[in-house]
Structures are given as structure tokens and as C-alpha cells.
């Protein structure tokens, strides 16, 4: 063994111990890298199976129709046509699951309503806005609209 | 048994299956459109090239989106991270380089009234979001792949890979990304990938009561949103970027930052 | 939700109000600097045969192999993971700098570093681990590989093998630093960051930051020992100080200008942040007294014939100011990158906190260690001869 390599033996020991470290690196990362890495990009196909295994919270309103489609019916007609129902009914998924589970609440017409007709500078002039408490004089808005269809017939005119 | 028989009988077996098949691929499809994911298992990626329109000249700030959104997706609700935001831009006489902006709360609680009318300037909403840019600075950076771009354009996190080394918080000129502190890894818009692969819309889209937020398949050629991009003007942000945005915004003002 | 809105000015991104890299990112590049540095000096004399510094050669090696060493600590401790950090060695995403700058770092240590210090100590160990008893001897015979030879034909192949290493090892180390500029400069989101001179900036100020913290070292270290400090080395060293630092300056300054001039979208909000948030730090700490001070001090001692008792204080001085600097300069690139909003419309400040993972404490413990550290190789690997004279032990090529 001595004299193989005459005086130069120590630095193809060197060599020889980094090419086994360069070795055993690609051996451990064969044996570590996750199951399917890169078969789509450089990621773990499985991260996205976890984004898409997440719990709904809203049920979306197609859902909701399904029982309460007389409210459907009554929405359909009027201006809030185009506004889902978790809008203002907040996430109902485990409600569309188990009616008996979650109930869906009834939101405060007082607080609700401001909240997207109050009249503001920043929102676009066409959009349906008034000063809320001059308009309604202290009253609630549900005294005068319907929340499924806001201006019916005869209704606040 | 006679041929005749057996041809018949082929023949209703044959037919009969087409139907049963036919009925059951238009249930499957029908299922998909009314969003019923339960019935709709069949999601390809390779179908989809997911994007996001905005209309500026929609939005009322209502704060709908951010609140949903926090809902959906379990964001924490103090004291700053965000998904999604809405911005308030107030611009005093037309000066667009110097709007004065707000986000109180990233307009969870909506927007306290700050401006009068008739004072010469103009302001608007206008909500923000992960652009889910298909040439994304932020996976460009990741050292490890634990953000990415998928097959059908959502960048996603994969959040038991993720260092949270913070390098990709730096890389977005968005500022969309955020650290979960509960998990102290990096957290940001999915495009709520768990609803869209089923069949629904997007948290944020489905509170929106204007319609200013619309999620679109732009390789759904009959996706509502190549019709929008045709009859309206959009931009994206900060272009000179080069990200490739697929977050069109309408009514973008000069003064958005 | 008050406190943590405090000190924001004007309109930031939401998920901008706390700063993502903290202290721990400054001393990161300030640790990497110093090994740069140190090394380059250290090629001085093996490449460039500038024979006057040899006192420093094993000294300056052995300061970057500490500094090296605690690189990677406040990396760690700032990632949310760090048990995952062999990630970036099994998936590296090659886009990225940061997980490239894994392997350069990985490179350094071994195939430069600890390759040049083992050729370079291999008599000593050899010797060493014949003498010595107990622990300490075996692992001195752990470090001989096995291999006794200490021949004359086995010492010159130890020397040109180690020209070849530190031949190699120059552009490793300008790569190795020069990266951690990239990590920066490359991030077209921050125009503070973004600019292609940022990875030559970065150079610069780490090789003056490394001849600073040798010289300062092999002054304090001499002195430590009792013996004289070799005028003609450290005269030598300074005078390559003050050539770096005139560079290092010099493209500074070229990029104040180049910004001043071309005055982008984003100069009006930088500039505004040099001039408040950022005024101490910058302009009185990195720029006043960390570069034109001792730029200054050292352009002295080069025009005017000083004592050799008021040289070393004058280098001294001009050596900790330096490292003050520079270190100024990393606060200024990684803090100051995030102090302001990438809506340009607004600013957030840094809350250092004291005792916590990424506090000052830590950052102290983080920046002593390497002293502590280099202590240890100075007794395990002696830079100097016991006899007096500060010379290397090696014969004369």
C-alpha cells in the first residue's frame, strides 16, 4: 500500500475522501428526496393534493338553491339577483352539509346594509348609495326594503 | 339462439350503455358547471389556465372579499396578514403620482368615510391579491420548490416543504406574501385551488357583491373572461415587471401602485 | 394591532409591517465578508508572492475556517424550519441563488478552506500526532489521513497542490461572496437591492472588511503574546487596505451617482429614506465614519511619515472604524431594503427586539463566537512558530 502513489499519497487520500463524501451526498439524497419530486416542476406533486384537500367554509350559492329555492325564486327578480347568498349570510358549508349542524344566521340589517349602500366618495358614482341614517331617518332598512328584493313593487318610492 | 336475438340483444346492450354513459358524462358535466363538487371528481390540470379579473370601476369596498377570504382560508386575523386587501386610492386633483392610499385593516371592517365629495379629486377602490404570475419572481427564488407554479397557473405553497427562509416575501412586487406565524412558513392566495378543483369559485369571488371580482379558465373557451379582456381595458401591475400577471385589472388608474 | 402599526408613515402593502429579515440577515453577509476578505489577503502572499504579509498567512486562514464556521448559525436560526434546511442540498432549486449559494458555500469549506489549511498545516499535524498523547493525539492523527510523509518531495508537492488550491480558491471566494451580493442584487421587486453592481459592492466591502479583521487581529494577537508587532507586514496590509477601500468607495459612490442621476420611480422614496430613517446608519455611520475617516487615516499614513507607535494607532483606529462600516453597510443594504413599501408610497420601521431568536442578544453571542471558535484552532493549530518570531513554519519555496 505505501509507495503506490509515492510522496503524493496523502493528497490522493484527500481526493479520495472527498469523492467519497461527493458519494455518500448523492446516495443520501437519492434516499431523501420526496416520493415524486419534479414529475410536474421542481416541486412535491402531493403539496398540491394538500391545497385541494382543505375544508370548504362557504357552500356557494348553487348549493343553498338546492332547498331554498323559493328565496331563489324571489332574488331572481329583483336588483340583489347577482349577489350570492354567503354575501351576506356569511360561509355555510357545514349548514348545506347538515341543515341541523350550523345555522345559517340572520345577518343585522342594521349594520349589513350600510355596510355596502352607504354612501361613500370612493364608490363609483353608479352604484345604488345613500346617506343611510338621513335616508332612513333612525328606521332599519328592512322596514321599508325587502333584503331579497330590495325594491319590490311599490316599496320604498 | 337465433342471430336476429343475438344481434338485438347486442345491439340494446350496446346502445343502452351508450346512454347510461352519455347521461352519466352529462350529469358529471352538468354537476361541474353548477358547481356540485361531490359529483365532479374528474379535474384535470391540464384543462385549466386559471386567472383573475378585477374591475376597479366595480368594487364598493365592502370588505367582503378580505373577510371571506380570511374565513375560507384560515388566515389569522391579527394583527396584518393577508391573502387578499382592498386599497382606497384618493387622488387630489388628478395628481396621480402622489394618491393618498389606505387599507385600514386590509378593509376588513370596510372603510370609515375620510373624504368629501366635490373636493376636485377623484377615489376609487381597488382590491388586491396574489397575481398568480405565470412567470413568478417568487418561484423563480424559492431554494427549495416549495412554491410553484401548478399545471392549471395557481401558485401554491407547499407548506410541509417550506424553510420559511422569507426569500420569496422579498422576490413578489406585490407584496401578497406573508408569514403564518402559526406555522412559520410563507402563506399567500391560492386561488382558493381546494374550491376551483371542484367545481366552485373563489371565496372572494362568491361574497363579491358587485361582481368586481371574477375568477377565469382562460383555456375555457367558452370562460366569460376572453370576451371581458376583448371589449374592455386592462392592465396588470406593475408591468415593467415582467411577471406576466394573470390578474387583469379594469379601471386601473395611473395612480395605482 | 397598535403597536404593531406604529412607526409606519404613509401607505405600506399590509403584509409589509414587519420586516422579514432581521439582524441576524446583516450578519450573515458580515460573517461571509470576513471570510472572503480574510482569504483574500491570505492569497496575497501565496499567489501574488507579496512576501511582506506572510506573518498573516496560517492567522488569516484560520479566521476565515472560524468566521466560515458561524456563517451558517444566524441563517438557521432566522429560518421558520431549520430542521429542514438539507432541503436546499437534496432539492435545490437551481432558479434560485440562494440554494446555489449552498453548494458555493459547501465548495469553500471544503475543497478551499479546509484543503488549504490541512496542506499548509500538514507538517504541524504530522508532527503533532506523533507527539501528542490522549484525545487531542488522536485526533491530530485523525487529521494526517493516515499518511505520515513529510518529506522534502512530499512538502513540495503539499506546495504546489496548495498554490493550485488557492489558485482555485481566489475565484471561489470571489464567487462565494459575490453570490450573497446576487442573493440581493437579483431582486428585480427591490430597487434598494436590484442592480447588477450589487454583488461587486459586496466584494469589495467584504475584502476591506476581511484585511481590516486580520490586521486588527495579528496586531491584537501579537501584542496578546508579548512580541513585536512586524512593522513592515502590517504597514503592507494597510496600504492594500487603503487600494480596496478606495475601490470599494469608488463604486459606491458610483451607484449614489448612477441613482441621483437616473432618479427612477422609486428614487424620490429612497432618497427620502436615506435622508430620515436611514441617516445615522448611512450617512454618519457607514459614510462619515466608517469610510471617509478611515480612508482618510490610512491615505495619512501613506502621504506622511508617521512614528511607528502613531502608525498602529492609526491603523487600529482605521481597522475598527472599517469593520464598523462595513457591518453599517449590510445594515444599511438588508434593513434599509425593507424599511420602505414597494408601493413606494410609505415606510415601516425595524423592531429589534433583545432577548428572542433574532434579537440583539443573539446577534453579540453570533458575532463573539468566532473569536471563541478561533481561539480553539489557534490552540490547535499554532499560526506561529513558539519561538518568538510571528513566521510561518513552512520552509522557503
Request: charged residues 20%; proline residues 6%.
Amino acid at each position: 500500500m505505501k509507495g503506490l502513489f509515492g510522496h503524493k499519497e496523502h493528497l490522493v487520500r484527500v481526493g479520495a475522501l472527498f469523492m467519497a463524501g461527493v458519494a455518500a451526498f448523492l446516495v443520501l439524497q437519492a434516499l431523501m428526496i420526496p416520493k415524486g419530486f419534479g414529475a410536474y416542476g421542481h416541486y412535491r406533486p402531493g403539496a398540491m393534493d394538500d391545497s385541494r384537500a382543505r375544508p370548504l367554509a362557504y357552500a356557494g350559492r348553487a348549493a343553498c338553491v338546492e332547498c331554498h329555492s323559493d328565496v331563489w325564486e324571489v332574488l331572481q327578480k329583483g336588483k340583489h339577483a347577482h349577489v350570492r347568498c354567503e354575501g351576506c349570510h356569511g360561509p355555510l358549508a357545514r349548514h348545506a352539509e347538515d341543515p341541523s349542524a350550523g345555522k345559517a344566521l340572520k345577518p343585522d340589517p342594521k349594520v349589513l346594509c350600510a355596510r355596502c349602500h352607504q354612501e361613500s366618495v370612493a364608490r363609483p358614482a353608479s352604484f345604488p348609495q345613500v346617506d343611510v341614517a338621513g335616508h332612513s331617518g333612525g328606521e332599519v332598512c328592512t322596514s321599508c326594503h325587502k333584503a331579497h328584493d330590495p325594491l319590490e313593487q311599490g316599496a320604498a318610492r | 339462439m337465433s342471430d336476429e336475438r343475438t344481434l338485438r340483444r347486442e345491439f340494446l346492450f350496446r346502445s343502452g350503455g351508450f346512454l347510461l354513459l352519455t347521461g352519466a358524462a352529462g350529469i358529471a358535466w352538468d354537476a361541474l358547471a353548477s358547481g356540485e363538487p361531490e359529483k365532479a371528481p374528474n379535474y384535470r390540470t391540464t384543462d385549466h389556465w386559471w386567472a383573475m379579473v378585477i374591475d376597479v370601476e366595480k368594487c364598493i369596498g365592502c370588505g367582503n372579499c378580505v373577510r371571506a377570504c380570511k374565513e375560507e382560508n384560515d388566515v389569522p386575523r391579527e394583527p396584518m396578514y393577508f391573502r387578499t386587501w382592498v386599497e382606497r386610492y384618493h387622488v387630489p386633483g388628478g395628481d396621480i403620482e402622489h394618491p393618498q392610499v389606505d387599507s385600514p385593516n386590509g378593509g376588513y371592517d370596510g372603510f370609515p368615510e375620510r373624504y368629501r365629495k366635490d373636493d376636485g379629486s377623484k377615489s376609487f377602490f381597488v382590491p388586491k391579491m396574489c397575481n398568480h404570475c405565470a412567470e413568478s419572481p417568487c418561484v423563480q427564488v424559492c431554494p427549495v420548490g416549495a412554491t410553484f407554479v401548478t399545471p392549471d397557473g395557481v401558485v401554491l405553497v407547499d407548506k410541509t416543504y417550506c424553510l420559511g427562509c422569507r426569500y420569496c416575501v422579498q422576490a413578489c412586487p406585490y407584496g401578497c406574501r406573508f408569514i403564518d406565524p402559526r406555522t412559520r412558513t410563507v402563506d399567500k392566495c391560492s386561488l382558493c385551488y381546494h374550491r376551483i378543483t371542484r367545481g366552485l369559485t373563489t371565496a372572494c369571488c362568491e361574497v363579491c357583491p358587485t361582481g368586481a371580482r371574477m375568477l377565469g379558465d382562460l383555456k375555457n373557451p367558452k370562460d366569460p373572461i376572453h370576451e371581458f379582456l376583448r371589449t374592455h381595458q386592462v392592465q396588470v401591475l406593475k408591468p415593467q415587471m415582467a411577471t406576466h400577471s394573470k390578474a387583469f385589472y379594469n379601471g386601473l388608474d395611473g395612480s395605482v401602485r | 394591532m397598535e403597536t404593531v402599526l406604529q412607526g409606519v408613515q404613509g401607505y405600506i402593502y399590509p403584509n409589509e409591517v414587519e420586516l422579514q429579515w432581521s439582524l441576524l440577515i446583516v450578519l450573515y453577509p458580515f460573517i461571509t465578508g470576513l471570510v472572503a476578505g480574510a482569504f483574500i489577503l491570505a492569497s496575497l502572499e501565496r499567489v501574488f508572492r507579496v512576501e511582506a504579509v506572510k506573518p498573516t498567512y496560517r492567522l488569516a486562514l484560520l479566521t476565515a475556517l472560524a468566521f466560515l464556521l458561524v456563517a451558517p448559525l444566524p441563517l438557521q436560526l432566522h429560518l421558520g424550519h431549520p430542521e429542514r434546511s438539507l432541503e436546499m442540498y437534496l432539492t435545490p432549486h437551481t432558479s434560485s441563488a440562494m440554494a446555489m449559494f449552498g453548494f458555493v458555500y459547501l465548495w469553500y469549506l471544503m475543497a478551499v478552506l479546509l484543503l488549504e489549511i490541512w496542506l499548509d498545516y500538514r507538517r504541524e499535524i504530522v508532527e503533532l500526532a506523533r507527539s501528542r498523547r490522549g484525545p487531542l493525539g488522536l485526533a491530530y492523527k485523525a487529521l494526517t489521513l493516515g499518511s505520515f510523509d513529510v518529506t522534502q518531495e512530499a512538502l513540495s508537492a503539499d506546495e504546489r497542490a496548495s498554490f493550485v488550491v488557492t489558485l482555485i480558491g481566489i475565484p471561489s471566494a470571489f464567487l462565494l461572496h459575490g453570490y450573497v451580493g446576487f442573493i440581493f442584487g437579483s431582486v428585480k421587486a427591490n430597487p434598494w437591492w436590484s442592480t447588477p453592481m450589487m454583488p461587486i459592492v459586496f466584494l469589495f466591502s467584504a475584502i476591506v472588511s476581511g484585511i481590516a479583521a486580520v490586521m486588527l487581529l495579528y496586531m491584537a494577537t501579537t501584542r496578546l503574546r508579548g512580541h513585536e508587532i512586524d512593522m513592515r507586514c502590517v504597514d503592507t496590509i494597510a496600504r492594500y487596505l487603503f487600494y480596496a477601500f478606495v475601490v470599494d468607495f469608488s463604486l459606491e459612490m458610483l451607484d449614489l451617482i448612477h441613482r441621483i442621476y437616473e432618479a427612477d420611480e422609486s428614487f424620490r422614496t429612497l432618497d427620502f429614506m436615506v435622508k430620515t430613517q436611514l441617516y445615522l446608519p448611512h450617512i454618519v455611520v457607514q459614510i462619515v465614519l466608517g469610510t471617509l475617516l478611515p480612508l482618510g487615516l490610512l491615505a495619512m499614513t501613506q502621504l506622511v511619515a508617521l512614528t511607528e507607535r502613531a502608525r498602529r494607532g492609526v491603523y487600529a483606529t482605521a481597522g475598527l472604524l472599517t469593520m464598523v462600516g462595513i457591518f453599517a453597510m449590510r445594515w444599511n443594504v438588508v434593513i434599509g431594503g425593507q424599511l420602505f413599501s414597494k408601493s413606494y408610497l410609505g415606510y415601516t420601521t425595524y423592531k429589534l427586539e433583545f432577548a428572542t431568536q433574532e434579537g440583539l442578544l443573539v446577534a453579540v453571542a453570533l458575532l463573539i463566537l468566532p473569536f471563541l471558535i478561533l481561539w480553539g484552532l489557534v490552540r490547535l493549530l499554532p499560526p506561529w512558530a513558539e519561538s518568538g518570531d510571528a513566521t510561518e513554519a513552512r520552509p522557503a519555496a
